[in-house]
């Protein structure tokens, strides 16, 4: 094979349905001899199916390159490389002119990389994704790549802990002005000035699983003209697709359901082709590329993102109701339960309700302590989105470092148990419950 044909377009996650590349992510001329490709395959070519691919179909196929020839892996290739050959000086000329966009070093892209990016795109409905070294490299590269000095952010009061604390303690050295709104929304246009850039929403919440009404937020940010970043970790593109909404952009956590098992540190923002490259400058210049190990990681978890959800609902729906008729709890936060402030909301804009949940004992603090110390089952870890059942208390992991104000802003007590639900069996998982309660 000649030496250019592997010369392959990054980022570029079109998924173009009913083609025979599912997803064709970013292999212009392919991984495979094309000869070979079209020898066995020509009989084969798809005719352009009268529907679109459903999101399991999407997360298995799509970013992969064509492999209906013969002798292409199957799995995902681990391109585990630093850097990339280049045929000619004429070719590296090219590159550094911007009229080639051939992999040259992975921190700017691999070939890895971009699979996952391209199953991300597809799922999220977006033009394309950058995958990032972790859920925070997305959020404060998404983030620094719309903000300048000067420029003031709304975000929603209630976000993971390490976000707040990037915006509380960087933002302001920074010169980056951060106002806070309510999840409701309530209020927000009095935080409008005429330095407003950005509209951050996380929904559902970290931990207390408060909703964000999507549409009302894209109104907002529409009207005056915000970019519109939402961290989608906890609903997952499965049970809620803003981009399809209007948002700007989409920041995940892929550390926990996306890659979904608990081995790897990962993160990835997703949206239109100009936000991603301004995402992949910031990344480039800012240095928190993905490792193409944890790119591989990643691809695995998604293509069994479709069934691990639908298990994670499930349970977590029988874990609520459970703990919601213990007579040793106060409140379960769940918005799957008639009970919580924003449950008409989540079945409006959520296909399902997710799988964390959070609940406050009657005992407070000691009785938290208590439970967590005693579970046999649930493992007490940080974290979410993985096999195992988690318990944590925020007050010690995502929201340390807060004070009383604070947590009572976000509607978190020294009493509050986070629980991300696993892939368990839902009966071994209340049994555990009732032990650790009793
Ligand atoms: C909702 C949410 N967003 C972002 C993050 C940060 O992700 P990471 O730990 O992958 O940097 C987390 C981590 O727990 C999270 O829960």
Known sequence: ????????????????????????????????????????????IAKKPSRAFGPQTLAIHAGEPNKHGVGASVGADISRTSTFTFSSSEEMKLWAEGKSTAYIYTRYGNPTLSVAEGKIAALEGAEAAVVTASGMAAISTALLGALKQGDEVISTAQTYGGTYRL????????????????????????????????????????PTLRLVDLRKAIAFARKHNLVSIIDNTFATPLLQKPIELGFDMVVHSAT?????????????????????????????????????????????????????????????????????KHPKVARVHYPGLKSHPDHALAKRQMKD?????????????????????????????????????????????????MSSAELATVGVTPGTVRVSVGLEDADDLIADLKQALG
């Open 167 to 206: 915006m509380r303690d960087e933002f302001p050295d920074w010169g980056i002005v951060v106002r806070r709104a309510e999840t409701s929304l309530e209020g927000i246009e009095s935080l409008v000035t005429g330095k407003t850039k950005v509209l951050y929403v996380e929904t559902p919440t970290n």
């Open 353 to 401: 309700f997710g799988s964390m949940l959070a609940f406050d004992l009657k005992g407070g603090l000691p009785a938290a302590r208590r439970f967590c110390d005693k579970v046999k089952l649930f493992l007490l870890a940080a974290s979410l989105g993985g096999p195992e059942s988690l318990v944590v208390l925020p007050i010690y992991s995502s929201h340390y470092n």
């Open 1 to 44: 094979m000649r030496f250019s044909a592997l010369i392959v377009v990054q980022n570029d996650v079109r998924f173009v349905p009913g083609l025979r590349q599912i997803g064709a992510c970013c292999l212009k001329n392919g991984f495979q001899n094309d000869s070979i490709m079209k020898h066995n395959a020509s009989h084969k």
């Open 256 to 324: 926990k359901y996306l890659a979904g098992h608990s081995d790897v540190i990962a993160g990835v923002a997703a949206g239109s082709k100009k936000w991603m490259a301004r995402v992949r400058h910031m990344i480039i210049d800012l240095g928190g590329s993905m490792d193409p190990e944890a790119a591989f990681l990643l691809t695995r978890g998604l293509k069994t993102l479709g069934l691990r959800v639908e298990r994670h609902c499930a349970n977590a729906r029988a874990v609520a109701q459970f703990l919601e």
